[in-house]
């Protein structure tokens, strides 16, 4: 859009301008915007969605990497080969608009950035006869490659679909931005290097070039430099001859859609949450994940590999490392190689499950290299068991008694409506182990649990607050037992107290054990264990799956509370924590079911991420497992 | 940060040297910013580390009365032989864990004072933690601990100290509880010190700036917060450039890395007197083995062990280790007899540990007998207060009857 | 501030008389700012302007009822507070006491309840069930410039006074002494006024109240109706003749007015009998705590240089007083743990003589927490991921005369009155900075 050629006016009359000025901007630009908006859509009815399924199933030839122009001393590398399909994910108005992509701007530098943004699209798509989708997916149709060194030192390599069409683009964009910075010489400038132009848009922050219909960016000078060398034939030794690399891109096969590669440099100096010496604290987190622990060795690279068709997507990153068969981690790898963790439970309403390979005899008997550190805990621990189970040893009669094939199950409860509903919902958790001699432990277990009751009452007891009834109950033939508070008192059946989300329950039938915390789940397992096993996945040794709508009811459930908790632990006022904590669910419906699987199927560490972005109601990432079965509402 | 700050204070107050305004400032500032200057305060004060054992340390396991047919019988599946203790005499040796200790058992730096405990424990946890704590055992009322006590005491002598402080990561226990003095919990040194580290230029900048300016209106109270600041700095740069000295190697324990703490906060004269850290953690404790007592006492002992070798060395290397002593406490020993489960139960005496470089050194007391046992539990000959009163009267220099409540005869553990 | 006759001159009469600005004494940003400090927590430069412009007896007043929506503010917290018939955890309930005190519209009501909290002194650590804690100190909300008959009367039916001072049981053949005890040296005439008869015969008048389950149980059958001799009355008294005979008694109304003194006025030297008789005498005749309060506020006394920065301020006055002068909630779990470390934990004080208060708060260790708690909330790192930023206030108080931050935030924060201020020569760019600076200075740590 071109300025108004300036025109002289008396000084009296410039305060009358600005502010008619003013008022048509405020008024004029969001009613035009509005008006231009409707036309457009009024042609393009299906907006962007139209625009992605058109490209939905078409498969992109595989494209050519300039890695011959990337400098060795890259340390991690991202190669986009399918972009159309990328493109597709990051455009699709479902999931960018529950995640609100757009940057948290507020009153007026919101409007002036929308307007900018907008005018800027106008223009170039007026220009170019194309909505802005579609000249953005020529722009990367031959590929993107984006390379990051040390001290934040970033490349990105873009190739158009047409090196014509690139170069126009590009002289277009410089001539719109040398119109904008007319005020501020020095900001668009370009150098040649190497026969080559080397521009810059904002007076130094990036540096871009164009050659052989390829974009060339970077943030620092000299790593444009760098790559013009490689590309002219001069430099020092460029990424396509760094084995490691090389190795790491080959090991992985097929033509994923994205893949990152992260040189061991990073991976071993990623910033972890909790350092090696916390892991060895906490037993729980040897026992999930000291399998893992040497996943990143050597000088080998790490691959990250994408791919999103279809409302699906899977990451699968790739490790280093070969599990440890031997020795006190040897604990979560299965003897045989056909073994693995068994595909997991499904029963109605669950939030999430976890079924695992580790065997608990040898995890326990080596506690003293896996954890060291006697706490206090551990030892309240040990001295527990050894009531509970009157003086057995524990790795090897109580560990050694279960098979190492567990899986944990939560699910949401539905509350009794005789009994009521708590105030806050805690969904109900079960743990299913597979007894090895059955006949023999399921009364020793049954006899802990009751112990373990007895004391929990007892110490309630003393502490002035009500206890639990053991009752024997029936579901289908199967006798369990199963303790309750007695809900005779209470008076608002809609606010209960948060003991009433607990009604322990120990089932021991067949050659399975089932903790659970409620009666509900025990009997929905029950039906789920009722059905034939099926065969472990060879080679996985944990599957973790979360259902996001089912988490997301879960929060809606609880908002009240949580909203609260922000606002204390936070200092946010009630509106930012009641925004804050409606973005949970929004997300986690967004990201839809998500399954989780890490292993070694193939010897080498893997570590596969499953999102099912838009399943239908109810239906959980379960379907495509094994098991076959879709869930139930 | 730190330009900011110093061109701030040196900006807005206007800064006048100590010399001008000598005849307006208190004399209590006048010594403390002279004091700022040297490294060590003229008195030498002693300091006091108190390791706790919770849980109920099962005494016979780390001095072992290896030789008595009583222990062999009743500790069927527990019990250790001649060849696998360190020997101490041809009665006791220690566990084999105890390595460090006896090393510095045969240098005169480590004591054992045996058979303590005192009349009628319940030898139930919370009670008899109490007991130990408050030092006025059956006294249920009791609001303070005597470390808390102590403080109160210390610190009506000089308003500016903090003369306590707990070095560790549990709830603070009872023993702490004071009535008007605040006893710190330091988890780890930046809470000792005024962060960030390294601004040693910054802190002798504000302490001159504070100790330089004189109020036209007199205000004691004011004075002793300025005084307090002043203190807080100094000691803050002399943690700074102290904790980049070299030390041994702490084993990798937690109550290694408190004692390193402790060791670099005694080297900095920090001012605080007692030190209190543990070993087993909160609720019931990790020394309350009912059950497969062998390799977790084992392990308990070893990180004790190794973390009181490391420290004595470390003060030794500074020549500190005459100025402090330490010492462990836990709420009851425990049975002679096994339990069923490889075990032992609440008992009543037990040992405690002393270390340091003015002490005598060897072992204080009989071994108790044990054909003469206490409800399956070897009977005390020393009252616990008595280890006290050693501390408070004999090493810290106070007056031990008004904190425990009674005079009790200070047992006799350090050297002339 | 100018000078006035010292303390020991001052008549008793001249010091409780209603201060009048006068050209010795004019109402002026610093009497405004001690006033504002005195009686909440501390000011924000719209509540030092406004309090400047209204002069003093307006600006008491508004502090005694509080700004409009106070009822509302309150209720919406005690709300916060609950879950259904439970309490939340109570560091939870700590942290939402400590946003109370940020965000009241009512400053003064929440620190005379922190006072009152200080006497009765529960420990939430002994009671067990947060709930009882709760609804103690809503109690103590609730009297706090109420009749002093009536704060007694219900603290001492209430479960968490009774668990604290270890008074939860109280058979009829053997009589709690120790509760006897501390109910009169503790909460009413204190150490010295009663002999250990008064003791025995006041626990006779408490035998038949239970605390079970957190909740008070009278038990008939266990109260010993017999004569009894509390504090030179004789009758057949019960728990509710305590309560009475011990808030009408003399003594108590010196302690108390003696506390409020220390609470409001000075901590530096006790005063003499014949300074705090006066007010002692109106309360014991009436009793009435908002009136001791006012007349404490309003005096001459207040206004002079024996008040002005002769309290130091408790880690909570410290805290608060940052965030309301940059009218910025912070996550406030977080900050009652780091005021725990301090050594004031809400809910738990140290012992049931409360917080010692005073110097006492002042330690070298404690002036390092206080500036790594002031440089967290200015400059972070730190647990409490809320900054306090200047910036802000300055844009909203930005006049016409530009006055550097460095010299705002000294109005703010101190109110011009370090010695030898002179104006600053090129300060630092940061006023975040300059804010942490002047929160470290041992002036700004006096009340």
Same mark, same amino acid.
């Given at each position: 859009m071109d300025k108004?050629?300036?025109?002289?006016?008396?000084?009296?009359?410039?305060?009358?301008?600005?502010?008619?000025?003013?008022?048509?901007v405020?008024?004029?630009i969001p009613?035009t915007f509005?008006?231009l908006k409707?036309?457009r859509?009024?042609?393009?009815?299906?907006?962007?969605?139209?625009?992605?399924?058109?490209?939905?199933?078409?498969?992109?030839?595989?494209?050519?990497?300039?890695?011959?122009?990337?400098?060795?001393?890259?340390?991690?590398?991202?190669?986009?080969?399918?972009?159309?399909?990328?493109?597709?994910?990051?455009?699709?108005?479902?999931?960018?608009?529950?995640?609100?992509?757009a940057p948290?701007l507020?009153?007026?530098a919101k409007w002036r950035q929308a307007i900018g943004t907008w005018m800027f699209r106008q223009h170039f798509e007026r220009k170019f006869g194309a909505d802005w989708q579609t000249l953005v997916?020529?722009l990367?149709?031959?590929?993107?490659?984006?390379?990051?060194?040390?001290?934040?030192?970033?490349?990105?390599?873009?190739?158009?679909?047409?090196?014509?069409?690139?170069?126009k683009l590009h002289d277009e964009l410089v001539a719109v931005a040398g119109r904008g910075a007319r005020?501020?010489?020095?900001k668009v400038?370009?150098?040649?290097?190497?026969?080559?132009?080397?521009?810059?848009l904002n007076?130094?922050?990036t540096?871009h070039?164009?050659?052989?219909?390829?974009?060339?960016?970077?943030?620092?000078?000299?790593?444009?430099?760098?790559?013009?060398?490689?590309?002219?034939?001069?430099?020092?030794?460029?990424?396509?001859?760094?084995?490691?690399?090389?190795?790491?891109?080959?090991?992985?096969?097929?033509?994923?859609?994205?893949?990152?590669?992260?040189?061991?440099?990073?991976?071993?100096?990623?910033?972890?949450?909790?350092?090696?010496?916390?892991?060895?604290?906490?037993?729980?987190?040897?026992?999930?994940?000291?399998?893992?622990?040497?996943?990143?060795?050597?000088?080998?690279?790490?691959?990250?590999?994408?791919?999103?068709?279809?409302?699906?997507?899977?990451?699968?990153?790739?490790?280093?490392?070969?599990?440890?068969?031997?020795?006190?981690?040897?604990?979560?790898?299965?003897?045989?190689?056909?073994?693995?963790?068994?595909?997991?439970?499904?029963?109605?309403?669950?939030?999430?499950?976890?079924?695992?390979?580790?065997?608990?005899?040898?995890?326990?008997?080596?506690?003293?290299?896996?954890?060291?550190?006697?706490?206090?805990?551990?030892?309240?621990?040990?001295?527990?068991?050894?009531?509970?189970?009157?003086?057995?040893?524990?790795?090897?009669?109580?560990?050694?008694?279960?098979?190492?094939?567990?899986?944990?199950?939560?699910?949401?409860?539905?509350?009794?409506?005789?009994?009521?509903?708590?105030?806050?919902?805690?969904?109900?958790?079960?743990?299913?182990?597979?007894?090895?001699?059955?006949?023999?432990?399921?009364?020793?277990?049954?006899?802990?649990?009751?112990?373990?009751?007895?004391?929990?009452?007892?110490?309630?007891?003393?502490?002035?607050?009500?206890?639990?009834?053991?009752?024997?109950?029936?579901?289908?033939?199967?006798?369990?037992?199963?303790?309750?508070?007695?809900?005779?008192?209470?008076?608002?059946?809609?606010?209960?107290?948060?003991?009433?989300?607990?009604?322990?329950?120990?089932?021991?039938?067949?050659?399975?054990?089932?903790?659970?915390?409620?009666?509900?789940?025990?009997?929905?397992?029950?039906?789920?264990?009722?059905?034939?096993?099926?065969?472990?996945?060879?080679?996985?040794?944990?599957?973790?799956?979360?259902?996001?709508?089912?988490?997301?009811?879960?929060?809606?459930?609880?908002?009240?509370?949580?909203?609260?908790?922000?606002?204390?632990?936070?200092?946010?006022?009630?509106?930012?924590?009641?925004?804050?904590?409606?973005?949970?669910?929004?997300?986690?419906?967004?990201?839809?079911?998500?399954?989780?699987?890490?292993?070694?199927?193939?010897?080498?560490?893997?570590?596969?991420?499953?999102?099912?972005?838009?399943?239908?109601?109810?239906?959980?990432?379960?379907?495509?497992?094994?098991?076959?079965?879709?869930?139930?509402? | 940060?730190?330009?900011?700050?110093?061109?701030?204070?040196?900006?807005?107050?206007?800064?006048?040297?100590?010399?001008?305004?000598?005849?307006?400032?208190?004399?209590?500032?006048?010594?403390?910013?002279?004091?700022?200057?040297?490294?060590?305060?003229?008195?030498?004060?002693?300091?006091?580390?108190?390791?706790?054992?919770?849980?109920?340390?099962?005494?016979?396991?780390?001095?072992?009365?290896?030789?008595?047919?009583?222990?062999?019988?009743?500790?069927?599946?527990?019990?250790?032989?001649?060849?696998?203790?360190?020997?101490?005499?041809?009665?006791?040796?220690?566990?084999?864990?105890?390595?460090?200790?006896?090393?510095?058992?045969?240098?005169?730096?480590?004591?054992?004072?045996?058979?303590?405990?005192?009349?009628?424990?319940?030898?139930?946890?919370?009670?008899?933690?109490?007991?130990?704590?408050?030092?006025?055992?059956?006294?249920?009322?009791?609001?303070?601990?005597?470390?808390?006590?102590?403080?109160?005491?210390?610190?009506?002598?000089?308003?500016?100290?903090?003369?306590?402080?707990?070095?560790?990561?549990?709830?603070?226990?009872?023993?702490?509880?004071?009535?008007? #003095?605040?006893?710190?919990?330091?988890?780890?040194?930046?809470?000792?010190?005024?962060?960030?580290?390294?601004?040693?230029?910054?802190?002798?900048?504000?302490?001159?700036?504070?100790?330089? #300016?004189?109020?036209?209106?007199?205000?004691?109270?004011?004075?002793?917060?300025?005084?307090?600041?002043?203190?807080?700095?100094?000691?803050?740069?002399?943690?700074?450039?102290?904790?980049?000295?070299?030390?041994?190697?702490?084993?990798?324990?937690?109550?290694?890395?408190?004692?390193?703490?402790?060791?670099?906060?005694?080297?900095?004269?920090?001012?605080?007197?007692?030190?209190? #850290?543990?070993?087993?953690?909160?609720?019931?404790?990790?020394?309350?083995?009912?059950?497969?007592?062998?390799?977790?006492?084992?392990?308990?002992?070893?990180?004790?062990?190794?973390?009181?070798?490391?420290?004595?060395?470390?003060?030794?290397?500074?020549?500190?280790?005459?100025?402090?002593?330490?010492?462990?406490?836990?709420?009851?020993?425990?049975?002679?007899?096994?339990?069923?489960?490889?075990?032992?139960?609440?008992?009543?005496?037990?040992?405690?540990?002393?270390?340091?470089?003015?002490?005598?050194?060897?072992?204080?007391?009989?071994?108790?007998?044990?054909?003469?046992?206490?409800?399956?539990?070897?009977?005390?000959?020393?009252?616990?207060?008595?280890?006290?009163?050693?501390?408070?009267? #004999?090493?810290?220099?106070?007056?031990?009857?008004?904190?425990?409540?009674?005079?009790?005869?200070?047992?006799?553990?350090?050297?002339? | 501030?100018?000078?006035?006759?010292?303390?020991?001159?001052?008549?008793?009469?001249?010091?409780?008389?209603?201060?009048?600005?006068?050209?010795?004494?004019?109402?002026?940003?610093?009497?405004?700012?001690?006033?504002?400090?005195?009686?909440?927590?501390?000011?924000?430069?719209?509540?030092?302007?406004?309090?400047?412009? $209204?002069?003093?007896?307006?600006?008491?007043?508004?502090?005694?009822?509080?700004?409009?929506?106070?009822?509302?503010?309150?209720?919406?917290?005690?709300?916060?507070?609950?879950?259904?018939?439970?309490?939340?955890?109570?560091?939870?309930?700590?942290?939402?006491?400590?946003?109370?005190?940020?965000?009241?519209?009512?400053?003064?009501?929440?620190?005379?309840?922190?006072?009152?909290?200080?006497?009765?002194?529960?420990?939430?650590?002994?009671?067990?069930?947060?709930?009882?804690?709760?609804?103690?100190?809503?109690?103590?909300?609730?009297?706090?410039?109420?009749?002093?008959?009536?704060?007694?009367?219900?603290?001492?039916?209430?479960?968490?006074?009774?668990?604290?001072?270890?008074?939860?049981?109280?058979?009829?053949?053997?009589?709690?002494?120790?509760?006897?005890?501390?109910?009169?040296?503790?909460?009413?005439?204190?150490?010295?006024?009663?002999?250990?008869?008064?003791?025995?015969?006041?626990?006779?008048?408490?035998?038949?109240?239970?605390?079970?389950?957190?909740?008070?149980?009278?038990?008939?059958?266990?109260?010993?109706?017999?004569?009894?001799?509390?504090?030179?009355?004789?009758?057949?008294?019960?728990?509710? $003749?305590?309560?009475?005979?011990?808030?009408?008694?003399?003594?108590?109304?010196?302690?108390?007015?003696?506390?409020?003194?220390?609470?409001?006025?000075?901590?530096?030297?006790?005063?003499?009998?014949?300074?705090? $008789?006066?007010?002692?005498?109106?309360?014991?005749?009436?009793?009435?705590?908002?009136?001791?309060?006012?007349?404490?506020?309003?005096?001459?006394?207040?206004?002079?240089?024996?008040?002005?920065?002769?309290?130091?301020?408790?880690?909570?006055?410290?805290?608060?007083?940052?965030?309301?002068?940059?009218?910025?909630?912070?996550?406030?779990?977080?900050?009652?743990?780091?005021?725990?470390?301090?050594?004031?934990?809400?809910?738990?004080?140290?012992?049931?003589?409360?917080?010692?208060?005073?110097?006492?708060?002042?330690?070298?260790?404690?002036?390092?927490?206080?500036?790594?708690?002031?440089?967290?909330?200015?400059?972070?790192?730190?647990?409490?991921?809320?900054?306090?930023?200047?910036?802000?206030?300055?844009?909203?108080?930005?006049?016409?005369?530009?006055?550097?931050?460095?010299?705002?935030?000294?109005?703010?924060?101190?109110?011009?009155?370090?010695?030898?201020?002179?104006?600053?020569?090129?300060?630092?760019?940061?006023?975040?900075?300059?804010?942490?600076?002047?929160?470290?200075?041992?002036?700004?740590?006096?009340?």
């Amino acid at each position: 859009m071109d300025k108004p050629p300036p025109l002289k006016r008396p000084a009296g009359d410039k305060k009358m301008r600005k502010i008619i000025i003013a008022l048509a901007v405020i008024v004029g630009i969001p009613v035009t915007f509005g008006v231009l908006k409707a036309i457009r859509d009024h042609h393009n009815p299906h907006g962007t969605r139209h625009v992605a399924t058109a490209h939905a199933t078409a498969r992109q030839a595989p494209v050519h990497f300039p890695e011959e122009w990337i400098p060795d001393a890259a340390v991690a590398v991202l190669e986009i080969g399918q972009t159309d399909e990328i493109l597709n994910l990051l455009l699709d108005p479902a999931l960018s608009g529950r995640l609100n992509l757009a940057p948290q701007l507020s009153g007026p530098a919101k409007w002036r950035q929308a307007i900018g943004t907008w005018m800027f699209r106008q223009h170039f798509e007026r220009k170019f006869g194309a909505d802005w989708q579609t000249l953005v997916r020529r722009l990367v149709k031959g590929g993107v490659t984006v390379a990051a060194g040390s001290e934040k030192t970033f490349v990105a390599i873009v190739k158009g679909d047409d090196a014509d069409f690139v170069q126009k683009l590009h002289d277009e964009l410089v001539a719109v931005a040398g119109r904008g910075a007319r005020q501020n010489p020095g900001k668009v400038s370009q150098t040649p290097y190497e026969g080559v132009p080397v521009w810059t848009l904002n007076g130094g922050n990036t540096y871009h070039a164009v050659v052989d219909g390829h974009v060339v960016l970077s943030n620092k000078l000299p790593a444009i430099r760098a790559v013009l060398d490689l590309r002219a034939g001069k430099g020092a030794g460029s990424l396509a001859k760094r084995a490691e690399f090389l190795s790491a891109k080959k090991s992985m096969g097929r033509d994923a859609a994205a893949a990152l590669y992260v040189s061991p440099a990073v991976m071993n100096n990623l910033p972890l949450p909790h350092g090696p010496q916390r892991l060895q604290d906490n037993p729980m987190a040897v026992l999930l994940l000291a399998a893992y622990a040497d996943a990143f060795q050597g000088d080998a690279w790490t691959a990250l590999e994408l791919d999103c068709p279809d409302g699906n997507v899977s990451l699968r990153l790739s490790g280093t490392g070969k599990p440890v068969r031997t020795g006190p981690k040897a604990f979560a790898w299965p003897a045989a190689d056909s073994d693995g963790a068994l595909p997991n439970l499904v029963v109605p309403r669950q939030v999430a499950n976890a079924s695992l390979y580790r065997d608990l005899r040898h995890f326990y008997a080596n506690k003293d290299a896996l954890f060291p550190e006697r706490t206090s805990q551990l030892i309240f621990f040990e001295n527990m068991m050894g009531i509970f189970f009157s003086g057995r040893d524990i790795a090897e009669d109580v560990m050694g008694a279960v098979d190492p094939h567990v899986r944990l199950v939560v699910a949401e409860q539905a509350y009794d409506p005789a009994i009521g509903t708590p105030s806050i919902q805690i969904p109900a958790i079960a743990l299913v182990f597979r007894m090895r001699d059955p006949k023999r432990f399921g009364i020793i277990a049954e006899e802990a649990w009751q112990k373990m009751l007895g004391l929990v009452n007892f110490s309630r007891g003393q502490k002035a607050q009500p206890g639990m009834i053991i009752d024997r109950l029936d579901h289908s033939g199967v006798r369990y037992s199963c303790a309750a508070f007695s809900h005779a008192e209470e008076k608002d059946k809609s606010n209960l107290d948060t003991r009433f989300n607990f009604r322990p329950a120990i089932v021991h039938h067949d050659d399975y054990l089932i903790f659970s915390t409620t009666d509900g789940l025990a009997n929905d397992l029950i039906d789920a264990l009722g059905k034939p096993s099926p065969k472990a996945i060879a080679g996985i040794n944990s599957i973790v799956e979360i259902n996001g709508s089912r988490l997301a009811s879960l929060v809606e459930a609880n908002s009240e509370s949580m909203i609260r908790d922000n606002m204390v632990k936070k200092g946010q006022t009630r509106e930012q924590a009641e925004k804050g904590v409606a973005a949970i669910p929004a997300i986690a419906r967004a990201l839809g079911a998500a399954t989780l699987r890490m292993g070694a199927p193939d010897g080498k560490m893997i570590a596969e991420l499953n999102l099912t972005l838009h399943p239908p109601n109810g239906a959980t990432a379960a379907t495509t497992s094994q098991a076959g079965v879709a869930a139930n509402e | 940060m730190t330009q900011t700050r110093r061109q701030f204070l040196r900006a807005t107050l206007q800064a006048s040297t100590l010399v001008s305004l000598a005849p307006l400032v208190p004399s209590l500032i006048c010594r403390t910013a002279l004091a700022a200057g040297s490294r060590h305060p003229g008195d030498d004060r002693t300091a006091l580390v108190v390791i706790q054992l919770s849980g109920g340390n099962d005494g016979l396991n780390c001095v072992v009365p290896y030789a008595d047919d009583t222990y062999a019988r009743l500790r069927t599946t527990l019990r250790l032989t001649a060849s696998q203790v360190h020997r101490i005499d041809d009665r006791v040796g220690f566990h084999p864990e105890m390595k460090e200790c006896r090393r510095l058992f045969d240098e005169g730096l480590f004591s054992v004072v045996q058979g303590v405990g005192y009349p009628k424990s319940s030898r139930q946890h919370p009670d008899a933690e109490r007991d130990w704590q408050t030092a006025r055992p059956g006294d249920t009322h009791c609001p303070t601990g005597w470390i808390g006590r102590y403080a109160d005491e210390a610190s009506d002598r000089d308003p500016r100290l903090a003369p306590a402080a707990m070095v560790s990561t549990i709830s603070k226990p009872f023993g702490l509880t004071s009535e008007r #003095t605040i006893i710190p919990a330091i988890r780890s040194l930046r809470d000792a010190a005024i962060t960030p580290a390294s601004h040693a230029a910054e802190h002798a900048e504000a302490i001159r700036l504070i100790t330089g #300016t004189a109020a036209n209106d007199p205000n004691p109270m004011l004075d002793l917060v300025r005084a307090s600041t002043a203190t807080a700095h100094q000691v803050a740069r002399r943690i700074e450039t102290t904790s980049h000295a070299p030390n041994t190697t702490y084993p990798n324990s937690k109550l290694g890395a408190h004692l390193r703490d402790i060791a670099t906060l005694v080297r900095a004269d920090a001012g605080f007197r007692l030190f209190y #850290t543990d070993l087993g953690g909160d609720g019931f404790g990790g020394f309350d083995n009912h059950a497969f007592q062998k390799d977790h006492h084992a392990s308990l002992l070893r990180e004790l062990s190794d973390a009181i070798g490391a420290f004595i060395d470390d003060l030794r290397r500074d020549g500190l280790a005459e100025r402090v002593a330490l010492m462990t406490v836990s709420e009851f020993g425990r049975t002679v007899t096994e339990n069923g489960r490889h075990g032992t139960d609440h008992g009543a005496a037990a040992p405690v540990f002393l270390a340091g470089g003015a002490l005598k050194g060897g072992l204080i007391g009989k071994h108790p007998e044990l054909g003469d046992l206490d409800k399956d539990a070897p009977s005390h000959h020393t009252d616990f207060r008595q280890v006290y009163a050693a501390m408070l009267d #004999t090493w810290l220099g106070c007056d031990s009857a008004h904190i425990l409540g009674e005079r009790f005869d200070p047992v006799d553990v350090f050297k002339a | 501030m100018q000078s006035t006759p010292p303390d020991s001159e001052l008549s008793p009469d001249f010091a409780w008389a209603p201060y009048r600005p006068s050209v010795q004494a004019p109402w002026d940003t610093i009497r405004a700012g001690h006033l504002l400090r005195r009686a909440g927590a501390g000011p924000s430069l719209g509540d030092l302007r406004r309090a400047l412009a $209204d002069g003093p007896a307006k600006t008491i007043d508004r502090i005694f009822h509080g700004e409009s929506g106070a009822g509302a503010f309150n209720r919406q917290i005690d709300d916060y507070e609950v879950q259904g018939p439970n309490a939340r955890p109570i560091d939870e309930l700590r942290g939402w006491w400590l946003r109370r005190m940020i965000e009241s519209p009512h400053p003064l009501l929440e620190r005379m309840t922190l006072f009152w909290h200080g006497w009765f002194a529960i420990s939430a650590a002994r009671i067990g069930q947060p709930r009882a804690a709760l609804d103690h100190v809503r109690m103590l909300r609730a009297n706090a410039f109420g009749s002093f008959d009536a704060m007694l009367a219900a603290a001492t039916r209430d479960p968490a006074t009774l668990l604290t001072a270890e008074g939860a049981e109280n058979f009829k053949a053997k009589a709690n002494e120790h509760l006897g005890r501390q109910l009169l040296a503790r909460f009413t005439v204190g150490d010295g006024a009663f002999t250990e008869a008064d003791a025995r015969d006041t626990a006779r008048a408490f035998t038949g109240l239970f605390v079970r389950g957190g909740q008070l149980r009278e038990v008939p059958r266990e109260h010993d109706d017999g004569t009894k001799t509390i504090l030179g009355q004789t009758g057949a008294w019960s728990d509710r $003749d305590f309560a009475r005979i011990a808030a009408a008694h003399p003594a108590t109304a010196r302690r108390i007015t003696r506390a409020l003194y220390r609470h409001i006025i000075a901590e530096d030297a006790d005063p003499s009998d014949a300074v705090i $008789d006066p007010l002692a005498s109106a309360f014991a005749s009436n009793r009435n705590i908002g009136q001791l309060v006012a007349s404490m506020l309003r005096s001459n006394l207040f206004f002079s240089r024996a008040a002005y920065r002769r309290r130091i301020k408790s880690p909570v006055e410290f805290a608060v007083g940052l965030c309301r002068a940059f009218e910025k909630t912070v996550p406030t779990i977080q900050l009652g743990h780091a005021l725990a470390e301090l050594g004031q934990d809400l809910y738990h004080p140290p012992t049931i003589k409360g917080w010692a208060g005073g110097t006492r708060w002042i330690n070298r260790q404690t002036m390092a927490g206080r500036i790594n708690l002031a440089r967290a909330l200015f400059l972070g790192p730190g647990e409490i991921e809320t900054r306090l930023a200047p910036g802000p206030i300055m844009a909203k108080y930005g006049d016409a005369s530009p006055v550097a931050p460095a010299q705002r935030l000294l109005e703010l924060l101190l109110q011009d009155n370090i010695p030898q201020a002179t104006q600053a020569a090129g300060p630092p760019d940061d006023p975040a900075a300059i804010a942490f600076g002047i929160a470290s200075l041992p002036e700004y740590q006096m009340a």
